[in-house]
């Protein structure tokens, strides 16, 4: 089964190699190191443990659970992984001190696996989420490494997905020695698919644990110093937007504007992918000329470029820059989330909940299914209704500017989502306990 999976994973491979050559920033970033050349790492006798995080979500949710292994295992290294050029440069900047290494996860053929084993010798794997490759776990339980899985979701479309193959990964999850899954119904999809009941245990969802890093003041200050978002006009914070999303959020914004309130916010626009900032930027320039813009004198800023004394003005803001928008939110009092507008399945409401914002979101957020029914059932987030897209500007331009003239709501709704924070945090402390056990 191994040797088909990798003839098929070859030949997704051969065909994805235009899109490497097209979009080669993105996709060809780290590509030695995934083939298995990694910078020398010297071994020095300790223990080392392997944290895998795919992407910057996962990356922020590792830090206290890097703060805890560290703090429990100190006679242990921890090196980090990621996929994504993103999440490769965050946690280059918030594991800087902590982590021995970070560096690119192998593709998962046997060769760059081994290879990469073979350079840094882990006693344990740790894989964020539900990161399940095949031919890496299996190598890594030949290697003597214990293989985890901590804070892992299965979401519904997923396990439709795996189910598909559920004899393979019956057989790749007989490699796991340990998952630590976010609730019980995540829990109960992996039984399903092949995972032996005794090793699933429920801890919760360490994102409920995030915490100001290190540096987010100090980049809250950088920001507010050269925007100056304490003058007074209400700040909104448009994240983790995919297309088309960034469109409606301006259609509703300029419609905001075009009102008689004598403060007028402030809206700023942090894309989910660093590919699209050009895009992104071109259409805050151009959606000025547009039909549905009913405020064409808008002024735009773009957090890549030179600072200006014109910053301060800007009525809109592309964060166009990796890692600063959970310290944005200390800046903010409305975020609209997104991802959940279009059939993507959301980004996480949780930093903005943490820092006090009163959030919306889409209809679309199945990524977090049991993330938001705890937020709906507290009256702690705004949730759209699917409609048309035509009609989504008009609900977002509604819900924002409610809360914009209803200071009372804002501030109930923005206490629920923290009271709910609260509530749930204590799943880094759960997974390290469990962790504690098993690795010694």
């Not at 350079?119 to 003597?144: C, D, N, Y």
């Not at 795996?162 to 057989?171: C, D, I, N, W």
């Not at 000329?289 to 064409?296: G, L, V």
């Not at 209809?363 to 702690?380: G, K, Q």
């Amino acid at each position: 089964m191994y040797f088909i999976y990798s003839i098929l994973l070859s030949a997704a491979f051969v065909l994805m190699l235009p899109l490497f050559l097209v979009r080669r920033e993105k996709y060809a970033a780290g590509f030695k190191q995934r083939l298995g050349s990694y910078p020398e790492f010297r071994q020095d006798g300790r223990k080392v443990i392997w944290l895998h995080c795919v992407s910057v979500g996962e990356a922020n949710a590792a830090r206290p659970l890097v703060d805890g292994l560290l703090s429990e295992f100190p006679g242990h290294r921890v090196v980090i992984s990621t996929t994504t050029k993103t999440g490769q440069e965050l946690a280059g900047k918030i594991f800087a001190g902590k982590a021995d290494a970070v560096f690119y996860f192998p593709f998962d053929w046997k060769f760059s696996v081994r290879r990469a084993l073979n350079h840094f010798k882990p006693s344990a794997v740790l894989l964020m989420e539900t990161e399940i490759w095949p031919r890496f776990i299996h190598e890594a339980q030949l290697a003597g490494a214990k293989v985890v899985i901590v804070n892992g979701r299965l979401s519904e479309r997923s396990f439709g997905r795996y189910q598909k193959v559920r004899g393979f990964l019956k057989r790749v999850l007989s490699n796991i020695d340990l998952a630590l899954m976010q609730g019980g119904d995540d829990a109960n999809r992996l039984i399903s698919l092949g995972l032996a009941a005794a090793k699933a245990k429920v801890t919760g969802n360490m994102k409920f644990d995030v915490a100001d890093g290190p540096r987010d003041a100090e980049i809250a200050a950088e920001l507010n110093e050269r925007f100056r978002f304490d003058d007074g006009r209400p700040v909104i914070a448009a994240a983790s937007t995919h297309d088309p999303e960034e469109r409606w959020v301006l259609d509703a914004f300029c419609s905001i504007l075009a009102g008689e309130e004598k403060i007028k916010p402030r809206l700023v626009i942090a894309p989910r992918h660093p590919e699209r900032f050009g895009d992104v930027a071109r259409l805050l320039r151009e959606f000025r000329d547009d039909d549905a813009c009913e405020y064409k004198r808008y002024r735009i800023a773009r957090r890549s470029d030179a600072p200006s004394d014109a910053d301060s003005e800007a009525d809109i803001i592309l964060l166009d820059s990796i890692g600063e928008l959970r310290a944005l939110y200390q800046l903010t009092t409305i975020a609209f989330v997104g991802g959940s507008l279009i059939p993507h399945g959301g980004q996480s409401v949780l930093e903005p909940a943490a820092a006090g914002n009163a959030i919306i979101t889409g209809p679309h957020t199945f990524n977090f299914i049991d993330v938001m029914r705890v937020f709906l059932e507290n009256n702690a987030v705004i949730q759209l209704p699917e409609q048309t897209n035509e009609a989504i500007p008009d609900d977002l331009f509604m819900h924002i500017s409610d809360l914009l003239e209803e200071p009372g709501e804002r501030a109930e709704l923005a206490c629920n989502a923290q009271a709910v924070m609260e509530a749930n945090r204590g799943a880094t402390a759960k997974t390290v306990e469990l962790l504690r056990h098993f690795l010694n």
